[in-house]
């Protein structure tokens, strides 16, 4: 979605998900998922990715050793499960036509801090019930109207900091920052 950023305009991609970064709390002692056949699409779609632009690197996936040991190949060139390919595309739509709706609920939540696209991600953890709230509150309110949040973008590389500077991009000063910064 594009949004305002100092004296330019960027476009901004939210991605909600939930955090798995110790293991996903629906995998049980045996490394068997306990909701398996009410999972939801991004876990249909797990270990391979949705986003086109990053590949497949097992090494980067948390994910039992054990899984990587046999069945189907995936390759990361290309998908070949017509069920898996259909699943991605149903996660890409389902972004794009959420997008609005997501970057309001950053706005709503304050979170308008941004890493470029190839350089990084800005990762936020946030509360159950903060996000719950926003929800309800972009439900009941937000639907109709718009907030206008000064985005900022984060990014540590100094050339490709002074060239966004140039463009008139609002840079985020980095200290005390409220989210994780992940550099690809």
């Known amino acids: 979605m594009e949004v305002t950023s100092g004296d330019a305009s960027i476009y901004v991609i939210a991605v909600f998900a939930g955090n798995a970064l110790n293991g996903c709390q629906n995998l049980g002692d045996n490394n068997l998922c306990g909701i398996y056949d009410e999972r939801p699409l991004v876990c249909r779609i797990y270990p ?12 980067s996936k ?25 699943q991605i595309e149903c996660s890409r739509k ?9 970057i309001a609920i950053c706005e709503i939540l304050g979170l308008n801090v941004a890493a ?9 953890l946030l509360d159950r019930e903060q996000l719950f709230d926003a929800f309800v509150f972009y439900d009941a309110l937000m639907r ?3 907030i206008r949040t000064d985005w900022k973008v984060r990014v540590d590389t100094p050339v490709l900091r002074q060239k966004l500077k140039q463009y008139g991009v609002a840079l985020d000063g980095q ?7 992940h550099p690809l």
């Open 48 to 59: 391979a990715e949705i986003n086109p632009f990053i590949p497949l690197n097992p090494a």
């Open 144 to 146: 109709a109207s718009q």
């Open 175 to 181: 200290e005390g920052a409220d989210y994780i910064f």
């Open 62 to 86: 948390i994910c039992p050793p054990e899984v990587w040991d046999e069945g189907e190949v995936l390759f990361t060139d290309r998908i070949i499960d017509p069920v898996l390919a259909n």
């Open 116 to 124: 470029w696209k190839g350089n990084a991600f800005t990762v936020y």
């Open 94 to 102: 389902a972004d794009r036509d959420d997008a609005r709706a997501k």
